[in-house]
């Protein structure tokens, strides 16, 4: 619309950045010198605990974002609220993409999530105060769509050494 003055912003996880959408998206909106603010909320754990060169040293070189045009800021401890507030209030006049990259700890302030950090990744409802998932029927013995692909396609990768499975 030829509007100058509208800003964006986009929070991705550290897991998103392996990911074709979220490294298309900071492709072009490095060329396009748009005011878009993108957070990214690093917890160094995705899912699972991470793997592969886009992540850990590499992820927090500040020339990785500048060869694609954005303006590096971080990283901050993104469990401080007052710390990632005082960061938002010194770029928010820039312009241009921007990058703020906030370090979290997955699942803080819930101990058993910060114990179990893949386990409460996306829980399902739970009851807070001990943790037990409530969102199961009374027969255990039902297992979710994950679980029984899971166990299928483990069974099938034993047997078969040419089955590849992409999550």
């Known amino acids: 619309k030829g509007e ?19 490294v298309e998206g900071l492709n072009n909106a490095g060329v396009s010198n748009a005011n ?22 590499v992820l927090k070189s500040r020339n ?6 954005f303006k590096y800021f971080g990283p901050v401890d993104g469990n401080n609220v007052l710390q990632v507030v005082r960061a938002l209030e010194e770029i928010r006049e820039l312009k241009g993409p921007k990058l703020l ?9 819930f101990e058993k999530a910060e114990q179990q950090q893949t ?4 829980p399902g409802r739970f009851d807070r105060k001990t943790g037990e998932r409530t969102d199961r029927k009374k ?3 039902v297992l979710t769509y994950q679980e029984v692909f899971g166990k299928t396609i483990t069974e099938l990768a034993e047997k078969d050494d040419k089955i590849v499975a992409v999550t």
């Open 4 to 22: 100058t003055n509208r800003r964006h912003i986009a929070v991705i996880g550290d897991g998103a950045l392996t990911g074709g959408m979220a």
């Open 36 to 57: 878009i603010l993108v957070v990214l909320n690093d917890n160094g754990i995705a899912i699972d605990h991470n793997v592969g060169v886009i992540k850990g040293s």
């Open 64 to 69: 990785l974002f500048h060869a694609i045009n």
């Open 101 to 109: 990259h906030v370090m979290t700890t997955k699942g803080k302030g």
């Open 119 to 122: 386990l409460y990744h996306a």
């Open 139 to 141: 027969d255990e013995t």
